[in-house]
């Protein structure tokens, strides 16, 4: 529902006036979307609603929504299994959102923990996941599991109530 709900979102910002405003709805709605694609499994989608995301950032020239959509763009590579890419737009996204110092941040520092422990840099990963201060249990769980502490990933779930059954996929994976 959620991606006919931004496709539908898409196509009636086609008919809205250029202007400021409109980019900056264009924006975030192609920011769901490369979300919402990456979740679903197509990356190469989820990779052009990202650059869709950073194109019309940049028309705005506002900082926070540079810095959203070089998160966007990290987030779209991690999930297409680019960690490399993944690690070098979620760095540059960290650097962009800190002095924020929203959740925002916060969840760009535990993705690029996470991106970075999947590359094999688990003390890092480890580090920057306690610095975020950040995530889910299935997140946390998910980090317990890349410094090789299944039974830590176990308890936390255990201990964690279930979400809704469509986040389920998170805490079986």
Not at 149 to 173: H, N, S, T, W, Y
């Given at each position: 529902?959620?991606?006919?709900?931004?496709?539908?979102?898409?196509?009636?910002?086609?008919?809205?006036?250029?202007?400021?405003?409109?980019?900056?709805?264009?924006?975030?709605?192609?920011?769901?979307?490369?979300?919402?694609?990456?979740?679903?499994?197509?990356?190469?989608?989820?990779?052009?609603a990202?650059?869709?995301?950073?194109?019309?950032?940049?028309?705005?020239?506002?900082?926070?929504?540079?810095?959203?959509?070089?998160?966007?763009?990290?987030?779209?590579?991690?999930?297409?299994?680019?960690?490399?890419?993944?690690?070098?737009?979620?760095?540059?996204?960290?650097?962009?959102?800190?002095?924020?110092?929203?959740?925002?941040?916060?969840?760009?520092?535990?993705?690029?923990?996470?991106?970075?422990?999947?590359?094999?840099?688990?003390a890092?990963?480890?580090?920057?996941?306690?610095?975020?201060?950040?995530?889910?249990?299935?997140?946390?769980?998910?980090?317990?599991?890349?410094r090789?502490?299944?039974?830590?990933?176990?308890?936390?779930?255990?201990?964690?109530?279930?979400?809704?059954?469509?986040?389920?996929?998170?805490?079986?994976?």
């Open positions: 529902d959620a991606l006919t709900d931004a496709r539908w979102a898409e196509d009636a910002l086609a008919a809205a006036p250029r202007g400021r405003s409109k980019d900056l709805v264009t924006a975030r709605v192609q920011r769901q979307l490369a979300h919402l694609l990456a979740h679903t499994g197509d990356y190469v989608g989820s990779v052009a990202a650059e869709a995301t950073s194109r019309f950032a940049s028309r705005l020239g506002d900082p926070w929504e540079s810095a959203w959509a070089t998160y966007t763009n990290g987030f779209a590579h991690w999930y297409g299994g680019q960690n490399d890419r993944a690690v070098d737009e979620f760095t540059r996204a960290e650097e962009g959102l800190r002095s924020y110092g929203t959740s925002a941040w916060r969840y760009t520092l535990l993705c690029l923990a996470r991106a970075r422990m999947e590359r094999g840099e688990i890092t990963g480890d580090r920057l996941g306690r610095q975020s201060g950040a995530g889910a249990p299935e997140d946390l769980a998910h980090i317990a599991l890349l090789g502490e299944a039974e830590v990933a176990e308890r936390i779930l255990a201990r964690a109530p279930k979400g809704f059954p469509a986040d389920e996929q998170f805490r079986d994976f």
